[in-house]
């Protein structure tokens, strides 16, 4: 059980203190959970933070539960999931597409993501239910050819992180806690409030400012 999303993003940095002042490498933070963990690995750690938008498409009988994810240039879908309409698939594909677009508007403005060619990238989120979210920001991730890509999470069940592991291009696995009896991401934690986009672009913002740049290059 950790206090909150910034308790969980001190332990893992504590896993992460390899990785300290490295050069070439970037913390990529889901949006918008993901963000405030990302955010403490990379304030001890001294790295740049960036964000990998994604997000899941709903089941339409339960939205909490994801039977595919969706980013500005890819898709997957849970083939498992049975009895789900082509015709709802694209009608949230197309929906989820333009909250992104307005989401990298919002976050970005004028400035340039950071390029996560040749770079170790340590993706971010605040835990995983079905994996769905992570696994298109990681396919996501792949387009841009980075050296190495490690995944780092507060909590999983065993099997959505086995198929995270198991995913081609992934070097390596953290994860903190892996419960047997797994509900919801939420449950893992005493304080799980909903992080707002405003909230997002301040961390961001102090991130980018609390940085030593004098040795990274990118």
């Given at each position: 059980m950790f206090t909150n999303r910034e308790e969980a993003g001190i332990l893992l940095a504590d896993k992460?203190?390899?990785?300290?002042?490295a050069k070439n490498t970037?913390?990529?933070?889901?949006?918008?959970?993901?963000?405030?963990v990302g955010f403490?690995?990379?304030?001890?750690?001294?790295?740049?933070?960036?964000?990998v938008l994604s997000k899941k498409i709903g089941h339409p009988f339960n939205k909490e539960y994801a039977i595919g994810a969706v980013t500005l240039k890819s898709r997957i879908i849970n083939d498992s999931?049975?009895?789900?309409?082509?015709?709802?698939?694209?009608?949230?594909?197309?929906?989820?597409?333009k909250l992104l677009n307005q989401r990298y508007q919002?976050?970005?403005?004028?400035?340039?993501?950071i390029e996560f060619k040749d770079k170790t990238v340590i993706v971010v989120d605040d835990g995983i239910a079905t994996g769905s979210t992570l696994i298109s920001s990681i396919e996501l991730i792949k387009m841009q050819k980075p050296s190495k890509?490690?995944?780092?999470?507060?909590?999983?069940?065993?099997?959505s992180l086995n198929k995270v592991k198991t995913l081609e291009g992934v070097d390596l696995t953290i994860c903190l806690l892996i419960p047997r009896n797994f509900q919801a991401v939420g449950q893992f934690y005493e304080e799980f409030?909903?992080?707002?986009?405003?909230?997002?672009?301040?961390?961001?913002?102090?991130a980018k400012n609390s940085l030593n740049l004098n040795y990274l290059t990118h």
């Open positions: 992460l203190i390899n990785y300290s002042n970037v913390i990529a933070s889901i949006p918008r959970g993901g963000v405030p403490e690995i990379a304030k001890k750690l001294n790295l740049p933070l960036e964000i999931v049975p009895g789900i309409s082509k015709v709802y698939i694209e009608e949230e594909t197309n929906k989820i597409r919002l976050f970005y403005g004028d400035k340039t993501p890509i490690i995944v780092a999470l507060p909590v999983a069940p065993s099997g409030n909903q992080v707002s986009d405003q909230e997002v672009m301040e961390l961001l913002k102090k």
